[in-house]
């Protein structure tokens, strides 16, 4: 399989802007540990309510949509919000399962700040696409 890939696809007004991800194994391992290592620098501060949007694709299916809490998630890797603006580190390791079924994975994150007092969508943390091969 390929090498996976971490793109950004926001706009230059994002708040983060991702200085390196680096991926090990790479390409990713079925029933292995995947180590991510991480940098990136926040232009402004992400607070409590912000969201993360997913959309997880085999192929040209759709395997799920889901809206998650960024600070919950956040907080599981020791990253406690509101995070202030500046530069940022991420080493995170996860087992990836044996079941994965083979195919090219597609996932789209866009992280993005709470709602304005006046309703107006907040401003947009992030956009990335990351894109995974497994094999059989």
């Given amino acids: 399989p390929e090498p996976a890939t971490i793109v ?24 292995k540990v995947l180590t991510i ?3 990136g620098i926040l232009s402004g501060a992400i607070v409590e309510g912000a969201t993360i949007d997913l959309v997880v694709k085999l192929g040209l299916v759709k395997l799920l949509t889901k809206q998650l809490d960024f600070c ?22 996860v087992e990836l399962p044996r079941e994965i079924p083979p195919g090219k994975y597609v996932v789209n994150i866009r992280v993005r700040n709470p709602k304005t007092a006046d309703g107006q969508l907040g401003e947009e943390v992030t956009c990335l696409i990351a894109k995974a091969q497994f094999g059989v």
């Fill in 72 to 93: 919950e998630e956040s907080a599981k890797v020791d990253k406690n919000c509101p995070l202030a603006p500046g530069e940022h580190f991420l080493n995170h390791s």
């Fill in 37 to 39: 290592d991480a940098k």
């Fill in 8 to 31: 950004e696809c926001g706009p230059a007004s994002d708040l983060l802007k991702i200085e390196y991800v680096n991926l090990n194994p790479n390409p990713p391992e079925k029933g």
